[in-house]
């Protein structure tokens, strides 16, 4: 579909910005980019080494740094680490830089998508669904004030997320288009 600009997911881990960022490109014939995946390419290292060796602050500058470099591409779809609204350096680059879709989601979504992911630093501690609320309740407004258009994920597949998206994402872009 052309004349839609980049379109970047944000939203807290377990939202599905990966797979649907997956489908969403394949969708448009587009480019897509993972942050936390290019990290870990760049690194060599996964995301919980890298929380180990340079602690959150570490990672979220490497996690900036990919922003910048991620957002200066054209006629993509980028999916960003659950945390890279934290700062206002990135919120601001992602608002310039296309339109940001926040992938709302439940905890107890996130629960059950992420019981098993090892992957997850943040979630490595025994009270896993505190850790979740006390995340949504200071990210949620931040997600919200950098999204162009909020979406829920939670009891959808996929496939019906990355319709949504078109369809909102295609009546910013041309608002007389008719509803679908």
Avoid at 50 to 65: C, H, K, L, M, P
Avoid at 87 to 108: A, H, P, Q
């Amino acid at each position: 579909m052309q004349g839609l600009p980049n379109l970047i997911l944000i939203g807290p881990m377990g939202a599905g910005k990966s797979t649907i960022g997956r489908l969403l490109a394949a969708e448009l014939s587009r480019e897509f980019y993972d942050s936390d995946h290019e990290i870990q390419a760049r690194c060599g290292a996964d995301i919980p080494w890298i929380f180990d060796v340079e602690g959150e602050a570490g990672f979220r500058d490497r996690e900036s740094q990919m922003i910048r470099e991620l957002t200066h591409y054209e006629n993509v779809v980028i999916a960003t680490g659950g945390g890279a609204v934290l700062r206002e350096e990135n919120r601001r680059v992602l608002r310039e830089s296309g339109t940001v879709i926040y992938l709302l989601t439940t905890v107890d979504q996130q629960l059950r998508r992420t019981a098993k992911d090892r992957n997850r630093p943040l979630l490595q501690r025994p009270d896993k669904e505190a850790v979740l609320r006390d995340m949504f309740a200071l990210r949620d407004p931040l997600y919200r004030a950098t999204a162009d258009v909020v979406i829920r994920t939670d009891r959808r597949g996929p496939r019906a997320v990355v319709n949504e998206i078109v369809r909102r994402v295609s009546r910013l872009v041309d608002p007389l288009q008719c509803k679908a």
